[in-house]
């Protein structure tokens, strides 16, 4: 897969110009085979992990820096039929860095991470896009600062030392949502999505530049026929986009709208990628969404590969494999899916696998209840907002009086945005209390984009439907060969995305159905089946099995793991659940599998990060030292 790293330091300093000569030195020479993007005074880039034919660098003119990833151009109508160049012209690169780099966010899309510099300040910015797609992670090295993609190739410099974060990891553990420019790994920040980094001699300042709030607030679309409109030529225009990056693909058709959708603009993709559909089904209730798989890849023609969920092939002791990162992630999927996955792939010859994640969010699915606070934000009292209650009743199955009454209060007696009481969660009894209640009051759990200057006036849906794209997806596999296919979302594209949040919650819900604008788009594409369905698959008792599965590991792994040893779970109530005797599938089992585990994982690969020494690796200037 695509990877890069660069360095970003003071010319103007000797010892710091060394450190970097150095670590060049070590770059170049180490097992990954690197290519320099960008070689000029201060700056470095290095990337690795390019195809034959693809573009995921553009290069800007004058040797004013590089966009490492896939950077789409927002003024063609259709980016599949119009791909970009693989470098900007003298005009465009000007109108670039006059801009600080914001221009990308302005004009363009994608999942990339841009290194602009000019030559007149010599000023260098680090930007990454507004749904950070691309990874983009800080860390330091005696003055020298290293922005990189991938983890283990800051390891293979064999100099730099990382200690876990717990402050991070309890955080995380109260809200595995949370994305902060702090990571689990003290020694490294995150570059925030949005976010653009100045370096300007030997100070770095950090500024959102894309602000969703305000998008939502501007320009809003209010009628359901024009809303429709958008919603659809913008999808369309996105996944054609996406597409064209691929010979080949997998698509995970679960039968639900948002897979669906996403099949129904692939069907005529203007570069016509091969497309095998792949769905997963159980033998639990509601695990086997197949009908409804058959019949969207029938009525766009599509080959449909059908597997069967087994608990018993999910070994979990792989996890203690994962590759090194700075943070904890969702590792189940990929212990359950990533090598049927790559295989199909292969035989397939895809190189790409997509699926309809995302939809939910930004489509708006959950919460409508917020809708009726966000309609008497807007309107005040009104038979519309008696109308939107009655719309969110019927989504959310609540009754409308304390909708109407709940409205009032978030209006009257705004409270701060906390995703750890909003998250519309079962409780959490495994993590202990006192975890849970620090974390609620520590403003330093908070993502960047919900500041109480930021989120001041805002209404709650709109809050809520921000914060479903406030996590960005993995880029890298964390078990699999490099070579695995790209995992792509092409529904968590910018400018979907953009349109999606222009549309206040009120509208999404028109007609007491949630995600209603993204029906009403495809109403003709698809399925009258489809387009009606409201009930979505669940896998509970599947995961209630590969508990039970893997049981004895889970015990020694979990009871006697590091985050009990911490007193962060409470290990009576965990216990309780890993036990057969233990009543049937509650939340709380994919909690411990999707969480506790990953997080417990990730802690022991942590803990023992050791400092490779390398061979042939020529020695730094001076014995090795971390700094911030």
């Not at 969702?330 to 035989?347: D, I, K, P």
Request: charged share 25%; glycine share 8%.
């Amino acid at each position: 897969m695509y990877r890069y790293l660069a360095l970003i330091w003071n010319p103007a300093d000797p010892e710091k110009s060394a450190t970097a000569r150095s670590l060049i030195e070590r770059t170049s020479a180490g097992p990954a085979t690197w290519q320099r993007a960008l070689y000029e005074e201060g700056v470095v880039v290095f990337h690795a992990g390019l195809k034959e034919g693809a573009s995921e660098t553009r290069v800007l003119a004058a040797d004013a820096g590089v966009v490492l990833g896939r950077i789409f151009p927002r003024e063609t109508a259709n980016a599949a039929a119009n791909p970009p160049t693989r470098s900007f012209d003298s005009a465009e690169t000007a109108a670039i860095v006059a801009s600080g780099g914001k221009r990308l966010f302005e004009h363009y899309w994608g999942r990339y991470v841009g290194i602009v510099r000019s030559s007149r300040t010599g000023e260098i910015w680090v930007l990454r896009d507004p749904l950070g797609q691309m990874p983009c992670l800080l860390a330091g090295f005696r003055g020298v600062s290293i922005v990189f993609s991938d983890l283990e190739d800051c390891l293979r410099l064999g100099c730099l030392k990382f200690t876990v974060n717990w402050q991070y990891v309890t955080g995380l553990l109260a809200n595995s949502g949370m994305m902060t420019r702090a990571t689990a790994l003290n020694e490294v920040s995150d570059i925030q999505l949005g976010e653009r980094v100045r370096f300007c001699g030997d100070t770095l300042q950090r500024s959102i530049e894309w602000h969703p709030f305000e998008i939502a607030r501007t320009d809003q679309i209010l009628d359901a026929d024009e809303a429709a409109r958008q919603l659809r030529a913008t999808t369309r225009a996105c996944i054609h986009a996406w597409a064209s990056c691929y010979s080949g693909l997998i698509h995970n058709l679960s039968g639900g709208l948002d897979s669906s959708i996403v099949l129904a603009c692939l069907k005529d993709a203007p570069t016509h990628p091969a497309i095998t559909c792949l769905n997963y089904y159980g033998t639990g209730p509601s695990e086997d969404e197949r009908q409804y798989a058959r019949l969207v890849a029938r009525h766009v023609g599509a080959e449909l590969v059908e597997s069967r969920l087994d608990p018993a092939d999910v070994r979990l002791e792989r996890i203690t494999t994962l590759r090194r990162s700075a943070r904890p992630w969702y590792y189940m999927y990929e212990l359950e899916h990533g090598e049927l996955e790559t295989g199909l792939a292969r035989q397939q010859g895809a190189n790409g696998l997509f699926s309809g994640s995302g939809g939910d969010g930004i489509f708006y699915q959950a919460r409508a209840e917020l809708a009726v606070a966000d309609y008497f934000f807007d309107h005040g009292w009104g038979a519309g907002l008696l109308h939107t209650a009655v719309d969110a009743a019927q989504v959310s199955h609540k009754s409308i009086w304390p909708l109407l009454a709940k409205a009032v209060r978030a209006r009257l007696l705004p409270k701060r945005f906390n995703p750890i009481a909003e998250g519309g969660r079962p409780e959490r009894t495994l993590v202990n209390a006192d975890v849970l209640r620090a974390a609620a009051r520590n403003m330093e759990f908070d993502h960047p984009w919900f500041s109480r200057e930021a989120t001041r006036g805002v209404p709650p849906g709109v809050l809520w439907h921000v914060s479903t794209v406030s996590v960005p997806p993995a880029y890298y596999t964390s078990f699999g060969p490099e070579t695995a296919p790209e995992r792509t979302m092409p529904l968590l594209s910018q400018p979907l995305v953009e349109v999606c949040l222009r549309m206040p919650a009120y509208l999404l819900i028109r007609s007491g159905r949630d995600r209603a604008i993204a029906r009403r788009a495809f109403a003709s594409e698809l399925p009258e089946t489809t387009i009606k369905r409201t009930a979505k698959g669940r896998v509970d008792q599947y995961v209630r099995n590969i508990v039970d599965a893997n049981l004895d590991f889970l015990r020694e792994f979990l009871l006697d793991g590091l985050l009990v040893r911490e007193g962060l779970l409470n290990r009576d109530n965990l216990e309780l659940y890993l036990t057969k005797e233990r009543s049937p599938a509650d939340f709380q089992y994919s909690e411990i599998l999707h969480e506790h585990l990953c997080v417990e994982a990730w802690l022991r690969r942590s803990l023992e990060l050791a400092t490779p020494t390398g061979q042939g690796v020529p020695p730094l200037t001076s014995p090795c030292e971390s700094t911030s």
